[in-house]
């Protein structure tokens, strides 16, 4: 057992550090993504609050255009999912045919919604405000392609396999002195174990891909349709009477 003894503690650290980075990855992007929901709701509720009540369209297409950011920023992730099939529902024909277009049609809508603002008649502190919004939607899109296109090393990665694999493989030898046939159930819950924890540094390792992504889509998508119901209704309440 002296062998394993000695390896056991550095195995320990490749898969500790394999993992917590792996954590680390998947907690940065959903810190993002609940960012994004926050700020979405924020912007929405800003464009209905500031566009003057001849600019209904304008809002509608804001409302429609912040919940296309957040379903093309998780095909654009995902890589295999349908943006057509995901902003069906969300954008008018012309304006999804003009998002299908373009090679990036997260940055699309982002221009699309700073024009939107640009051409609301809004004063410049609004629009500052407004503003600040769309740069941090930005800095969501570009922290999430950082997070995608640079993943942890390959060879890391396979070290750390082939590493366990090998150890694993071994330590039957070294068991089976003192262990007997004990030495299949307790090769079998190790191996589970450390497996187990490989794995899971596996699948976290992309967090896009096991996020609830759909779900806060929906959220923003729910809260959006919302908040431009009752926009009437709240301003009847704050102002006394119809706008």
Request: charged fraction near 25%; include cysteine.
């Given at each position: 057992?002296?062998?394993?003894?000695?390896?056991?503690?550095?195995?320990?650290?490749?898969?500790?550090?394999?993992?917590?980075?792996?954590?680390?990855?998947?907690?940065?992007?959903?810190?993002?993504?609940?960012?994004?929901?926050?700020?979405?709701?924020?912007?929405?509720?800003?464009?209905?609050?500031?566009?003057?009540?001849?600019?209904?369209?304008?809002?509608?297409?804001?409302?429609?255009?912040?919940?296309?950011?957040?379903?093309?920023?998780?095909?654009?992730?995902?890589?295999?999912?349908?943006?057509?099939?995901?902003?069906?529902?969300?954008?008018?024909?012309?304006?999804?045919?003009?998002?299908?277009?373009?090679?990036?049609?997260?940055?699309?809508?982002?221009?699309?919604?700073?024009?939107?603002?640009?051409?609301?008649?809004?004063?410049?502190?609004q629009a500052s405000?407004?503003?600040?919004?769309?740069?941090?939607?930005?800095?969501?899109?570009?922290?999430?392609?950082?997070?995608?296109?640079?993943?942890?090393?390959?060879?890391?990665?396979?070290?750390?396999?082939?590493?366990?694999?090998?150890?694993?493989?071994?330590?039957?030898?070294?068991?089976?002195?003192?262990?007997?046939?004990?030495?299949i159930p307790i090769?079998?819950?190790?191996?589970?174990?450390?497996?187990?924890?490989?794995?899971?540094?596996?699948?976290?390792?992309?967090?896009?891909?096991?996020?609830?992504?759909?779900?806060?889509?929906?959220?923003?998508?729910?809260?959006?349709?919302?908040?431009?119901?009752?926009?009437?209704?709240?301003?009847?309440?704050?102002?006394?009477?119809?706008?």
């Amino acid at each position: 057992m002296i062998p394993f003894t000695v390896t056991s503690a550095a195995l320990s650290l490749l898969l500790v550090f394999r993992t917590n980075a792996s954590y680390d990855r998947w907690w940065e992007g959903r810190k993002l993504w609940g960012l994004l929901l926050i700020r979405s709701r924020d912007f929405v509720r800003q464009g209905l609050t500031f566009f003057g009540p001849d600019e209904d369209e304008l809002k509608a297409r804001l409302v429609r255009y912040t919940t296309a950011f957040n379903y093309a920023l998780k095909v654009h992730l995902r890589g295999d999912e349908d943006l057509k099939t995901e902003l069906k529902d969300v954008l008018e024909p012309k304006e999804l045919d003009a998002a299908l277009q373009d090679p990036h049609p997260s940055n699309h809508i982002l221009f699309v919604l700073s024009t939107i603002v640009n051409r609301a008649k809004i004063n410049n502190l609004q629009a500052s405000r407004m503003d600040e919004n769309l740069t941090t939607f930005s800095d969501i899109l570009g922290a999430c392609e950082r997070i995608l296109r640079a993943p942890i090393p390959l060879s890391y990665t396979r070290h750390t396999s082939r590493s366990l694999i090998l150890w694993l493989t071994l330590l039957p030898m070294a068991l089976v002195g003192d262990c007997g046939w004990l030495t299949i159930p307790i090769e079998a819950f190790i191996a589970m174990v450390l497996l187990g924890i490989e794995d899971i540094g596996v699948q976290i390792e992309e967090p896009f891909s096991i996020l609830p992504l759909e779900a806060i889509c929906k959220t923003v998508d729910a809260n959006n349709r919302a908040l431009y119901g009752q926009q009437r209704s709240v301003w009847e309440l704050a102002e006394g009477q119809s706008p």
